[in-house]
């Protein structure tokens, strides 16, 4: 494979932001104060008009990157010709007060390893997309960012003049540079730095410790787990797809999207991945994020909300270059527009470890009925009504199978959660809306090839109906499931093992590259079949398409190359989800 296109980037953040951190140390995304506000740092999508921050030597280096093992806290290595130092990036979080201590803050160690190597320091902020420069203000130890909706300010022990003028100086010991949003960094710097990013790496480190992993790839658990956590902004609990916008699915393709937004199709597979790690408190938290939206929610759900769950979410173009030159440049997501009906069914398949698990006492348990009900009388009322489905097509509804195949899970979902309440109407209820749901599943089956298709009368093929095997709508030891799944392997598989959702035209063209949460639930469903031995072949294969800190995109090119937002958090949880249907293969008595 000849150096295939990745994202050489890391990310750092404590649940109330991200920043994106490249292996020269350079912020190329962070935006402040939310995930979906505009960024300060932005070069990741426009050199020019992005903003810089970077710390580096004056000369010519090498670098590798790394994280602190277990912890969301990035180190940058150099190795220059006078000598050799780190950069510590950390997003502080840690308990204080009986909360979770998460300021707008980034904590960058500038560390002397070796020699004096000389050392640059560089922070030129924008606001509005690019579009505000703020006026700078030099105080006694730090600098003032002016006109921003709230103040920002690098406060630093280095240079003041050095870092305005972009002057190099000999790092003879260590130095700091700590970035704030809001509210100042008004205590002792060295001691304070010092403080939070050992505080910082501790929390982490307890938290990785309480993570239940299998006895296999806990590496790449481990890393999931903890780009995952990254993603939910605590303040509500809503889990954003990714930190980035309009990164490309592959050059040139025009498919450049906003995911700074949180999903409710992603509600199941992320609620099941806490669920399985024993993260019971961002789970619970999750659920008040969707139980807020679904109680104030008078129509149909959208497919998305922002984080604190507004539905407002117009899609502009920005005169922004895009990344590689990639337009458009998009904020905002017209998904909010289309109708997903899958929703409904994801919502209550995700609600379900919720009531069935006795290690769960939350209080709102017990008014279950009023949300299970909306939630089933939403999949009545739109079980035979066309949609944009879950690739959310822009130009195309059908009545997809995917959609089919929750309204069956959903409903069954419902009718178990009536069975623990001991609701007997509501099981009654449940139970005859997933009769209606599998008729309709069955006008999707395509006898000729023994598969199911995309949508009912529909020809094309659609990776999404492997998780009629993995959710048990098809027996995993029938023929009938074996069946569909060698036609989806025909079709869709590629000879690395990675997997295309479909291979048809559709609103912009003949997919190129591949996306790579379909690769997972590939593996997922065929541990499900009992080929076990090649669920994991092809998850070591599916591995290398990670980044140097293990870290995964949204699509994968056929070169191995790195595209979509990132991170993905759909990719870390189908691993997660896939690593642990494994695990439970493996420690079955009859595994050989």
């Known amino acids: 494979m000849s150096n295939p296109h990745q994202y050489k980037m890391g990310i750092v953040g404590n649940c109330s932001y991200l920043a994106y951190i490249d292996h020269h140390a350079h912020i190329k995304w962070l935006c402040w104060p939310r995930f979906d506000s505009s960024f300060v740092f932005g070069s990741l999508l426009d050199q020019k008009r992005g903003g810089t921050c970077f710390i580096q030597p004056g000369g010519e280096f090498t670098s590798r990157q790394y994280y602190i093992p277990n912890t969301n806290v990035l180190c940058t290595e150099f190795q220059c010709e006078n000598g050799k130092f780190r950069v510590i990036d950390c997003a502080p979080r840690f308990q204080q007060y009986e909360r979770n201590f998460k300021p707008l803050m980034l904590v960058r160690k500038i560390e002397r390893l070796d020699g004096n190597p000389v050392v640059k320091v560089v922070c030129k902020p924008v606001g509005a997309y690019g579009t505000l420069t703020p006026e700078v203000v030099m105080s006694s130890n730090h600098l003032r960012y002016l006109n921003f909706d709230m103040q920002m300010r690098l406060t630093s022990d280095v240079s003041l003049s050095h870092i305005l003028e972009e002057q190099s100086f000999v790092l003879d010991q260590n130095k700091y540079v700590v970035l704030t949003y809001g509210e100042p960094l008004e205590a002792p710097l ?136 990639n337009q458009p440049v998009r904020i905002g997501n017209k998904a909010v527009q289309q109708i997903q009906n899958d929703v409904y069914g994801q919502v209550l398949v995700g609600l379900l470890p919720l009531y069935i698990d006795r290690r769960l006492t939350f209080a709102s348990k017990q008014f279950y009925k009023p949300m299970v009900d909306r939630l089933l009388t939403w999949i009545e009322s739109t079980m035979d009504e066309p949609d944009a489905g879950l690739w ?175 991170p993905q958090t759909y990719s870390h949880v189908g691993l997660i989800n896939a690593v642990f249907r494994i695990a439970k293969k493996i420690d079955q008595p009859n595994y050989k």
């Open 190 to 325: 060295k001691a304070t730095a010092e403080d939070f990013i050992n505080k910082t790496v501790r929390y982490w480190q307890t938290w990785i410790k309480s993570t239940y992993v299998p006895d296999i790839y806990q590496d790449q658990v481990i890393r999931s787990a903890l780009v995952l956590k990254l993603h939910q902004y605590e303040d509500t609990g809503g889990i954003i797809a990714s930190g980035t916008t309009s990164l490309p699915e592959h050059h040139g393709s025009s498919r450049t999207w906003d995911y700074r937004y949180c999903w409710f199709r992603d509600s199941y597979y992320t609620l099941k991945a806490f669920n399985e790690m024993g993260h019971f408190d961002e789970l619970e938290r999750y659920f008040e994020y969707i139980q807020n939206i679904l109680m104030r929610e008078n129509g149909r759900m959208q497919p998305l909300y922002s984080i604190t769950g507004q539905k407002d979410l117009e899609e502009i173009h920005l005169p922004l270059e895009g990344y590689l030159g």
């Open 392 to 566: 959310e097509f822009r130009t195309v509804t059908q009545v997809h199978t995917y959609t089919l195949l929750f309204h069956w899970a959903g409903c069954r979902a419902a009718a178990k959660i009536g069975q623990v309440m001991t609701d007997g109407e509501l099981v009654k209820r449940a139970n005859a809306l997933a009769a209606i749901a599998e008729v309709k599943i069955e006008r999707c089956y395509d006898a000729k090839r023994g598969a199911y298709t995309q949508a009912v009368g529909a020809e094309h093929l659609d990776a999404s109906t492997l998780k009629m095997i993995t959710m048990g709508y098809l027996d995993p030891s029938s023929e009938k499931a074996r069946k569909h799944l060698r036609a989806l392997e025909d079709l869709l598989k590629t000879k690395q093992g990675l997997f295309y959702r479909y291979v048809h035209q559709d609103d912009f063209g003949v997919p190129e590259a591949t996306f790579l949460v379909c690769a997972f639930w590939y593996v997922d469903a065929l541990a499900c079949v009992g080929r076990t031995d090649d669920a994991r072949n092809t998850l070591d294969g599916i591995l290398q398409y990670a980044n140097h800190l293990g870290i995964f995109s949204e699509d994968v090119g056929l070169d191995g190359s790195q595209w979509g937002n990132y």
